[in-house]
């Protein structure tokens, strides 16, 4: 009955975004935590219509974008459970992997081939993570565009961040190779670009058009920003977001009384111009946030790990949509309010 009602809250209190977000960011083997978190938003019938990904993020956002609703989570697992069995197998499981990789360098070097020690420690083989890839993603569906897709990826030619819209490019399996920053996985060339490495997804909504939008930031890993903690990309992101989103709001309500007379002034028409009436509900889920053994975890693809991490996932994301206040809009003066969940507690507003 508690689930039934929570559900009932939580489309009354969706009915007045225009836009759902999902943004996902890195983390490796934390980001099952966001194919979790998916999976309880569509059993809630909270479907996504804006997507940013950067990543692991950006193969989770690639197979939610690409793909109809009720398949998404069966793909999510699916690619999730045949990752784990390949990066099992891929691990070596002692001597005999040992041997095996030892025999292919060697095999390598005889036919005149250079052994790349990267893809060696690999987590999957480039290739096999492009045909994971292409079997889980219906690249029509995504170029379609009935879900907006943008996949953020750093060029390693100019050190900027760069953006793969399918508002703008016609994306494919390349696009969200680029954009994803596995353990060992060589750059991707895209139009003589070398790509790989994470860009901070929650930047592309700067460029999104203003609509009230609800925002499900999900974090695999974020360190806890502040003296003690580290140096949190989200965070920083959501700080600047919001400090956008209050001055259109507050130039919106000086422009309610500015008086007639004046409201044809070029200057202040230009200034009006940047106004916007619509809010922003960013709710920020965080499954880790401490660095200790991070590595060892962001590594740890074990079937056990992924699906605790699954399950972390569906319970931030009931507890927020259940959460009796998160989704009440801001007061009138505010463009925006952040939410955030750690490790399953809510942390002090902000």
Known sequence: ?????????????????????????????????????????????VRPNWIAGTAIGAINGAIIAGNLPHERVLRLR???????RRAAARSGRGVKGSLRQF????????????????????VIQAGELHDLVQGAVDFDRVNSGSVRLVLGAVNLV????????????VLGPEHVLASTALPGLAPIVIDRQRYGGSAVSVAALDDARPADTLCFVIDGYDPVPGARGGISRSAREIAALRRNHDLR??????????????????DIRKCLAEASSATMTILHLVHEGNPFELAAKSADFAMP?????WQAGENDVTTSLAHPLWLAPPPRRLGAVVHELRGGIAAPPR
């Open 249 to 266: 709001r507050m130039i919106a309500l000086l422009g309610e009384r500015v008086p007639a007379a004046l409201q044809g002034n070029a």
């Open 103 to 122: 025999f292919a360098s060697c095999t390598a070097r005889w036919r005149g081939q250079t052994s790349d020690p990267a893809q060696e420690d690999a």
């Open 305 to 309: 790990a992924l699906m605790r991490r």
């Open 158 to 169: 100019t050190g900027a961040e760069t953006y793969f819209d399918n508002d703008r490019h």
């Open 1 to 45: 009955m508690e689930r039934v009602l929570a559900r009932a809250r939580s489309d009354k209190s969706l009915a007045r975004f225009d836009r759902i977000a999902l943004v996902l960011s890195g983390g490796a083997a934390l980001g099952a935590y966001q194919a979790g978190a998916y999976a309880a938003l569509e059993n809630r019938g």
């Open 78 to 84: 699916q690619f999730w459970q045949e990752l784990s």
